[in-house]
Structures are given as structure tokens and as C-alpha cells.
């Protein structure tokens, strides 16, 4: 199963304190140089003579003005003890004990520095044992306003900033947008209330809060223009009342720009003096800034003084609601103070302003439009829209925060015109079926949970609160879930070992991707597809990405299905690069443990790591004489592979050689049986960190764990005799993003074995779930291998081993033929596996790498499938353009509901069966039978 790997700050930190780097200059001081040599040793030739060693600083890092308070760790300390960091001595020296001792560091200079610990005649020094920082402080923040939706990018000078930084407005976490410097950084602000708020910044060098605050405003929005009217002649002096109206702000009335004659400085409002116009009527005012574009229709009437007939020239709004109760604004000239006003039939309720204005609260009307009638003297035909509208239901009442679903949406008063929205974010109408009913596909939605839906048509609106449900389907852990199929499905696709969503990556529905639906991924890596006539389960649907494996699921009925994708080495390594070069265009690159782009004259190396091995004081005697130490395997690989280890008498120093990623670094202690068997007694792993090219760890482990559960194996129907010869069978245990902890005790040939395992694991571990995994394997790769995963060691006392699953019918065409993207697959066990979930792995063998091209999930009753054939020019080929060997490997995953897989369960299989199979290169098109698709 692809695993998801994290980075956390917590692993950077792992990092800074345990890779290699070069000795830091020599110190000038006389002192110190004068002492046995004129050398301070590297990590690697540290001199230590009687039991003088230099081990640890805590903490191993402090300000540049000193007094940091540290621990010096190691052995053979005494009072007379002197301690160097950097040429200057520390102060404060206390001698705690033969293990440790406890100083104050002087002043230094920025960066890392050599700790050096002279007893007597002897001395030790720790290169890069303690790093001087600039404390934290903000000096400047440019501009101190931002924008309420979020987003706006401020930039703040000071000292101080590395790596880790965190960045608060208020009580909220700020996005660090770009780092160009350890002096200089850019920050995004959050969405958040409109208020004035303190910037804090923090991080390991400490903590600083700006002296002022920065204002956060809502979005530029125009509201009313007081007074609404004025001549044609212009000159009148309006105030333009609403939010972030700045200095600055760009006007229009109509066509013609305005000027700003005062602005108040909370942005609630401007005035300006409005210009000629060529006729009587209405005109809207645009207002733009760098917090939006605001447009207020009809915001003023133009009055020609030169007609003096009476007449209404504005009507606003022009609609409202049929219940009544809209104010309604008349504007003209020579409006008569008598007489009553009328919509349609029936008297408004009208307060007499002066011979332009007349104001008025609408009595109740049908839907449709009505005259309006201003005593005997003044009549507007069809001049008010009464709008009649209304939600009472969704079906479903719940999508994808991707958005792109179809929603059913039931009220009355559905007309030509009809807007709706979603948390005020525009859903797009597809269809109104009837007065009563429309159909529209779902906006995306910046974040899950209840949101109003909001229903608009000349004016008017409707609003139904908390009508509609956004999840994100990511955060439930689950491959498939969300219920049956009804009109859409929500993709979500990742990288299975960084975690990240795969933009551009593709969804299809079918095996046929020019007939079946498609769609990319967002930057969220999600995607929707939605058909009214879209109905599970669905024969296949397959999420894709070149330089990535596919993953299909046949015959699926789930509503939301997420698909992890593992990248090929060349694509994981890619995307490194791109991540390093985004962080350095931002200037927040911490090259620690990056590959480096610009070293392309010799292939990176390996890392190495070395370290010592300890024993807890209660396994000194009980826990064997033999140490073993390797690493966890890398989740790329699917069967168990040789790596780099080393065999130690009793304890000591071990240096190996490690593969790139995370890893634990583990020591088993134990001794050999008369058989030849490695026999584990007791166990440590050092904490868990990520190893990266052409760097040196040093990794201290210390054996505290004793094995002393008995695990005992039961055999089902042994196959053992069946296979010749048998290799071995072997026991690993799944430690999440750690790997794979292959068990170096070897199981015989008989039909139960008993293995001693930890009833505990050392460190904390966290929630990671636990596995255990025993297989068995034959030299002959050809016949199926059977596998049992299982909870919780401890609880365990006799695990019965499952018969195997049976044999496979590989891919057709049948092995030893060409082989031309006719990806038709057949599955025939020799038992009937009921409909739970089987998973099968397809992927090919390119020299010593296995790449898992295609992931398959189907029910276990699903014997044969067709998977799609791209046809290069959007996706590619999954496989290569030769394939030496192909690999398929099938899982029994039991109690488990197919469509509701949750991501822990989908790996606690039963029994795994596998077989390999020989392709050739398809043949020239031409040669080709295109009835059957093989070569002929």
C-alpha cells in the first residue's frame, strides 16, 4: 500500500541537529590551540583519550549577545573542566557530574561554532556543537492595512527570521508568502473580522510584536449616494458612503471620472462633486481600488431643470418583494405634495419629501409588473416589478467543497433571470424545469461545513440558511464513501508520498476515454463530474497522472473516491527539484536535506549514517551478544530487498550506507541457535527523520525494548512442501511513515513457528496502527505467495496463517506475447473469494526497481475487467515502451465494504497472491489486427 509521508517542523529540526557538516574554522584563541595540537578534530576523528567524550549541546543554539544557559553532554567531566565555544571560554562553568556539565555561552558572532571541552591533558571538541542567531525583532511593516476576504501581502524588516518562523495577526496564523532574507519577508493576511490587529513573530530565535497595528477593512464596497439626484449641470456635492473608500479610490459616475474632495479615514465614506451630463436620467457609480471594484446601479438621477412638466424620472429600486413592504424612492420633477400613490391597485403608504422626492413603503401585489399612479396627474405604465420567489428544499443537500455537483433545488418562482447562490459564491443554472424547480451545478467553496442558499431574480431574493452541506472528503481517511452515486462523483487525488494534491491530474469514468467522462484536478487536487444521468455502480473510474501509477476502482458505487498516486522515481525526484527552486524564488529555501539542482557533474551519493550502540542498563546481560542494525524499507518496494547492515559484538559504533527518504535506523541484540538462526532478544530504533544525498548522519540507538511476547504462527494448510526449494519465510512489522521493520529471525519449515516480539515498541509512535506481516516466499517467482496482516502484537498469541488466495491469469495477452496496451485483466483464484475488496497491484520491473504502474481495487467477486487505454497524447502509457518483466500482485481485504473504504482497514489484508509475466514490445502498428488488438 502507497504510505503518506509527512515533513513536519519537528523533522527539520531532526535534520539541523544530526547532519554532518564540514569542522567550522579553527579558533585563534592561544589557549585553546596551544593544547596538545593546533587541530580541532572533525566529527569523524575526535580525540579522546581515558574516558574524555564530547557528546551533545542543550539547547545547541542561542542568541548573539550570549548568557544562553547549556548543557555540555559526554563522560569523563571534572571540576576542573574548561569549556570553549568558539575561541572564547564559556562562562559560569558548574561541574554536575562526570556526564554533564552546565555553562552560560559569551558573545559570539552570527553562525556555527566548535564546542570544546579540555580536562587536564586531554581535550574534545564537537564541531558546529553551537550556533549563535539574531533574536527576533520586527523594525518595520509596509503597508499597515489589509483586506478583511484575506490575501493581502504585507512586508516586514527585521532580524532574526529563519526557517520555523510564524508569523500571527491577532490570535490568527499568517501564510509566509516569500523569505528573501534572514532581514525581510512577505506574508499574506488570513481571512478575518475587520479591526485593527498586533503582528507577532516567533520562532526559535524568540519572539517580537510590532508597535503598531495593522487595520484590516472589508472589501471596497459602494452602499447609497446621498443626496440621489441633482441637475444636469452638475456641481452637486454627493457623499459616497460604504467600505475601504480610501484616498486614492478611482470614481465614476456614469462615464465620467470623478475627484475625491475628502475621504474619511476609516473609508466609511468620500465626497465629490458630480459633472455635466448630455440627458435626464439614472447613472450608476463604479468605485475601484486595490481592495476590489464596487458598482451601485442607478446610484444618481440627472434632472433637467430646463422642463418643468411633471413627471417621474427614477423609480428605485425599480422591484420588490410581492409581500410588500419595499422602500421605494420616486424621483422627478414638479411631483405633486397631494393626490395618492399607487402600485397597481392598491395604495402605497408615501411620505412627501419635496417636489423631487417622494417616498414610499409598497403594499402587497402578485408577481408580474404593475403601473404606478401619482394622484390624476402623473401615470407610469408597467413601472414596478412585484417578484414573488422561494426555497423550500435541495436534493442533495450535501458536495464536494471541489464544487461542479448537480443540486435540485425546489421553491416557487422560478422565472427566466433566476440567480443562485451558494454562501454568495454564483452556481451555475443549468436547467429550470418548472416554475417550482431548477437545476444547478455547485460552486467550489473555500472551506466544509453549512452554508446559505441564496436565490435572486430582478432584485429580489430568497434565502434558505444552513440549506446546504460543502465537505472535504480528504479529511475522512476514506478511498471510497459519501453514499451511491446520484449525478456526480468528487475526485481527489494525491501524491502518495508527499501528501500533496496533484493539480492537472485526470479523472475518467469508463475504459474508453473518448467516450466515457473526464475531467483535471484543481489546484486542490479534486475534481467533479456530474451527469443527471450518472448512476452507480460504475464499471471503472480511473485517476491518472504522467510520471505517477494509476489507480482504478471497478465496479464502484461511492459518491467521493480518493485516489493516492506514487510517483515514478524520476517524477518524485522532479517534484523535488520544483519544490527547491519555488522555495528559493521565495527566498525561504532551507537547503538542509535538498537535492541540490546545480550538481550535475557527478551523481549524488548515497547517505551514509554512523552512530554508537547502547544498551538500557536493564538489558545489559538478558538481551544476546549480536547487534544487528539496518533501516526500514522504503514503501516503493513490494517484497522485502537486501540492504545495507551492520553486525556488531555486544554494542559500539556501526556506519552504513542508508537509502534516500524517511527511515528509522534500528538495532536488534540476540545470538545465533545451533541451527545457524539469528534469535532477537531485545530491540531499539532511533527516532525517525528523513535521509537525503550526499550527507552524513550521526544516529545513536540504545536497545531499552526486550522481546518477550511469544508470536505464535500457524500454518493453514501448509503449502511448504509444495515449494521447492523454500527460501525462507519471513516476518516484518509496519511502522506507518517509518517503513517496513523486516524481523531478522527466519521462520523454519514447519507448520507453526514461534517468533518473540516486543510487547511495547519504544519511542511514541503516535496513532500509527501497528502491523504485522509474515509470507512465504520460494526462489521460484512463478507460484503465488500467501500473506496475513495483523492488529496489535501484543494481544496476540496463535495467528493462523490463511491458505493462499490462489493463482492469477495475468494480463492478456497470454505471457510470451507482445504486449500493446490491451489492458484486459483476468483474476481466477482457486478459491471464491466473497464480495469483499480484493486490490491488485500491476507494475513492471525495470532493472533492479520495481514502479507500481496500476493499482487496481474490486470486489473480490469481480473475476475480469477491462482497464483503459490512453492514448498517450493526455495521459501516456502506464507501462514502459519494453517490459522485461510485469509484476501483479492480488490482496484479500475481508470485512470490508467496498464502497465505504476507509484508509486504515484497506491495509489490513488477509492474503496476497503474486505472479510474474513476460512482454515484448508491441509490434509496428502496421502488423497490428486491429479485431483483437495482439500482434498476429
Known amino acids: 500500500m502507497p504510505k503518506l509521508r509527512v ?9 539541523l541537529c544530526n547532519c554532518y ?9 592561544n589557549e585553546l590551540n596551544g593544547y596538545k595540537d593546533n587541530y580541532i578534530p572533525g566529527i569523524n576523528d575526535i580525540q579522546v583519550a581515558s ?16 548568557g544562553t544557559a547549556i548543557d555540555i553532554i559526554g563522560s569523563g567531566f571534572s571540576p576542573e573542566s574548561r569549556v570553549f565555544i568558539g575561541d572564547k571560554p564559556a562562562e559560569n562553568i558548574v561541574f554536575r557530574a562526570a556526564s554533564r556539565l552546565s555553562a552560560s555561552t559569551p558573545a559570539g558572532e552570527f553562525g556555527p561554532v566548535t564546542v570544546t571541552v579540555i580536562n587536564g591533558s586531554e581535550k574534545v571538541s564537537l564541531p558546529n556543537g553551537f550556533s549563535y542567531f539574531h533574536q527576533v525583532k520586527i523594525n518595520k511593516i509596509d503597508p499597515l492595512i489589509a483586506i478583511s476576504t484575506g490575501g493581502s501581502r504585507l512586508t516586514i524588516s527585521g532580524q532574526g527570521f529563519i526557517a520555523g ?12 508568502a516569500a523569505f528573501p532574507s534572514d532581514e525581510e519577508m512577505v506574508i499574506a493576511i488570513p481571512p478575518m473580522p475587520a479591526g485593527n490587529y498586533a503582528i507577532t513573530i516567533s520562532n526559535l530565535n524568540g519572539s517580537s510584536t510590532y508597535s503598531k497595528k495593522v487595520q484590516v477593512v472589508d472589501p471596497l464596497k459602494v452602499q447609497a449616494v446621498n443626496p440621489p439626484y441633482g441637475p444636469l449641470t452638475g456641481g452637486t456635492e454627493i457623499t459616497i458612503s460604504g467600505s475601504a473608500l480610501f484616498e486614492g479610490t478611482s470614481l465614476w459616475l456614469g462615464e465620467q471620472p470623478l475627484s475625491i474632495t475628502a475621504a474619511t479615514a476609516d473609508g ?9 451630463a448630455a440627458g435626464e436620467g439614472m447613472a450608476s457609480l463604479r468605485a475601484a481600488n486595490i481592495w476590489g471594484e464596487s458598482v451601485l446601479e442607478n446610484a444618481f438621477v440627472y434632472l433637467d431643470d430646463a422642463n418643468s412638466d411633471a413627471r417621474v424620472v427614477a423609480l428605485l429600486p425599480p422591484s420588490g418583494p410581492a409581500a410588500g413592504g419595499e422602500r421605494v424612492t420616486l424621483i422627478g420633477y414638479n411631483l405633486p405634495a397631494e393626490g395618492e400613490v399607487k402600485f397597481g391597485p392598491n395604495k402605497a403608504a408615501c411620505r412627501y419629501i419635496d417636489s423631487h422626492e417622494i417616498v414610499c413603503n409598497t403594499p402587497g401585489g402578485r408577481d408580474g409588473q404593475v403601473d404606478i399612479t401619482i394622484g390624476n396627474s402623473i401615470t407610469l405604465p408597467a413601472a414596478y416589478t412585484y417578484v414573488d420567489i422561494g426555497i423550500s428544499a435541495l436534493n442533495p443537500k450535501d458536495g464536494s467543497i471541489a464544487g461542479g455537483e448537480l443540486v435540485t433545488i425546489s421553491g416557487h418562482g422560478y422565472k427566466e433571470g433566476t440567480r443562485v447562490y451558494f454562501d454568495g459564491n454564483s452556481a451555475e443554472l443549468i436547467e429550470i424545469l418548472s416554475p417550482n424547480e431548477l437545476v444547478v451545478r ?6 466544509a461545513g453549512q452554508v446559505a442558499v441564496t436565490l435572486s431574480r430582478s432584485g429580489v431574493t430568497a434565502t434558505l440558511e444552513e440549506a446546504f452541506t460543502y465537505y472535504n472528503n480528504a479529511n475522512r481517511l476514506h478511498w471510497t464513501s459519501g453514499g451511491k452515486i446520484n449525478g456526480a462523483i468528487n475526485g481527489y487525488i494525491y501524491n502518495a508520498w508527499s501528501g500533496k494534491p496533484l493539480k492537472d491530474a ?18 486542490k487536487g479534486m475534481v467533479t463530474i456530474s451527469s443527471p444521468g450518472l448512476k452507480g455502480p460504475l464499471s471503472i473510474v480511473t485517476g491518472s497522472k504522467p510520471g505517477y501509477s494509476n489507480i482504478s476502482f471497478v465496479q464502484v458505487d461511492a459518491r467521493d473516491m480518493i485516489f493516492w498516486l506514487t510517483p515514478s522515481p524520476d517524477a518524485e525526484y522532479q517534484e523535488m527539484l520544483e519544490e527547491q527552486q519555488q522555495q528559493q524564488e521565495e527566498g525561504n529555501s532551507d537547503n538542509e536535506g535538498n537535492v541540490d539542482p546545480g ?12 552512530g554508537n550502540v547502547t544498551r538500557a542498563k536493564s538489558l545489559e546481560l538478558e538481551a544476546g551478544n549480536i547487534v544487528w542494525v539496518f533501516y526500514t524499507q522504503n514503501y516503493m518496494y513490494g517484497t522485502p530487498y537486501v540492504q545495507s547492515k551492520a553486525q556488531l559484538q555486544y554494542g559500539g559504533e556501526y556506519s552504513l550506507t542508508a537509502e534516500v527518504g524517511e527511515k528509522a535506523i534500528v538495532a536488534f541484540s540476540g545470538d545465533y541457535d545451533n541451527r545457524g538462526n539469528f534469535i532477537a532478544k531485545g530491540l531499539g530504533i532511533a527516532p525517525f527523520q528523513f535521509f537525503d544525498y550526499d550527507k552524513i548522519y550521526k544516529v545513536d540507538i540504545v536497545i531499552d525494548t526486550p522481546l518477550d511476547t511469544p508470536l505464535k504462527l500457524i500454518f493453514n494448510d501448509s503449502p511448504l512442501d509444495a515449494l521447492t526449494p523454500v527460501s525462507s519465510t519471513l516476518l516484518t512489522v509496519d511502522l506507518g511513515g517509518m517503513g517496513y521493520l523486516p524481523w531478522p529471525q527466519r521462520i523454519g519449515d514447519s507448520a507453526t513457528e514461534t517468533i518473540m516480539m516486543p510487547s511495547k515498541l519504544p519511542h511514541d509512535l503516535g496513532e500509527i496502527k501497528l502491523f504485522a506481516r509474515c509470507g512465504l516466499y520460494s526462489e521460484n517467482m512463478n507460484v503465488p505467495m500467501s500473506e496475513v496482516r495483523l492488529g496489535q502484537i501484543a494481544p496476540h498469541g496463535e495467528v493462523p496463517v490463511s491458505p493462499m488466495l490462489g493463482v492469477l491469469k495475468m494480463l492478456s495477452p497470454e505471457p510470451q506475447t507482445y504486449f500493446n496496451n490491451d489492458y484486459h485483466f483476468i483474476f481466477e483464484p482457486t478459491i471464491t473469494p466473497p464480495p469483499y475488496p480484493t486490490f491488485h497491484q500491476i507494475y513492471y520491473v525495470d532493472g533492479i526497481t520495481g514502479r507500481i504502474s496500476w493499482m487496481v481495487f474490486s470486489r473480490g467477486d469481480v473475476k475480469e475487467f477491462t482497464l483503459p487505454n490512453y492514448d498517450g497524447t493526455s495521459l501516456g502509457s502506464p507501462f514502459g515502451a519494453t517490459m522485461q518483466t510485469t509484476v501483479i500482485q492480488s490482496y484479500y481485504v475481508p470485512e470490508l465494504e467496498f464502497d465505504d473504504m476507509d484508509d486504515y482497514r484497506t491495509g489490513d489484508w488477509i492474503s496476497r497472491a503474486y505472479n510474474y509475466t513476460y512482454f515484448d514490445a508491441a509490434p509496428p502498428e502496421e502488423t497490428t489486427d486491429p479485431a483483437d488488438g495482439l500482434s498476429e
Open 7 to 15: 515533513k513536519s517542523a519537528f523533522l527539520a529540526a531532526l535534520l
Open 268 to 276: 466609511g465614506s468620500i465626497k465629490s462633486i458630480t459633472p455635466p
Open 165 to 176: 518562523t510564524v508569523v500571527r495577526v491577532g490570535a490568527a496564523l499568517a501564510a509566509i
Open 442 to 447: 455547485i460552486p467550489p467553496a473555500a472551506a
Open 599 to 610: 550538481n550535475n557533474e557527478k551523481p549524488p551519493v548515497m547517505p551514509r549514517v554512523f
Open 21 to 29: 557538516s564540514p569542522p567550522a574554522e579553527t579558533p585563534q584563541n
Open 51 to 66: 574516558q574524555l567524550t564530547l557528546n551533545s549541546i542543550y539547547p545547541a543554539s542561542g542568541p548573539l549577545e550570549g
Open 506 to 523: 485526470y479523472l475518467l469514468i469508463g475504459s474508453d476515454p473518448k467516450n466515457g467522462l473526464g475531467g483535471y484536478t484543481d489546484a
